[in-house]
Nanobody, 122 residues
C-alpha cells in the first residue's frame, strides 16, 4: 500500500504561482511513476503531468505545458507541481496519483490522494 497526501493548494490571482506537494509513504519502493490530475467544477478529472521516480521521464498535458513543472525529491518521497502563470481555468481540485507505469490515463494509477483545492481569481 502507498499513501499520498497533497498540500500547497489555495487562492491565487491570475498570473500568480503555486507549488503543490505530494508526500508518499508506505511501499513507495514499488512505485514507478507519479502523476497529477485535476477536476474542475462540472468537469471530469483530467491528466496534468507525470514523472517517473527516477526523474528521467516527464509528461505534460498541452494545457499546462510551458507553465507547469513536475519534479520529485526521492529523499523526501515527495513529488512537486510548480504552477506558474496561473489562469482562472486552472481552478480545480488537484489530485496526486501513484502507479506502475508512466501514463496519462486514470486507470494507469493505483493510488490516489484526497486532493487539494486550487482557485485562481481573475
Amino acid at each position: 500500500q502507498v499513501q499520498l497526501v497533497e498540500s500547497g493548494g489555495g487562492l491565487v490571482q491570475a498570473g500568480g504561482s503555486l507549488r503543490l506537494a505530494c508526500a508518499a509513504s508506505g511501499h513507495t519502493f514499488s512505485i514507478y511513476a507519479m502523476g497529477w490530475f485535476r477536476r474542475a467544477p462540472g468537469k471530469e478529472r483530467e491528466f496534468v503531468a507525470a514523472i517517473t521516480w527516477s526523474g528521467g521521464s516527464t509528461s505534460y498535458a498541452d494545457a499546462v505545458k510551458g507553465r507547469f513543472t513536475i519534479s520529485r525529491d526521492n529523499a523526501k518521497n515527495t513529488v512537486y507541481l510548480q504552477m506558474n502563470s496561473l489562469k482562472p481555468e486552472d481552478t480545480a481540485v488537484y489530485y496526486c496519483a501513484a502507479g506502475y507505469v508512466l501514463g496519462r490515463r486514470e486507470s494507469q494509477y493505483t493510488y490516489w490522494g484526497q486532493g487539494t483545492h486550487v482557485t485562481v481569481s481573475s
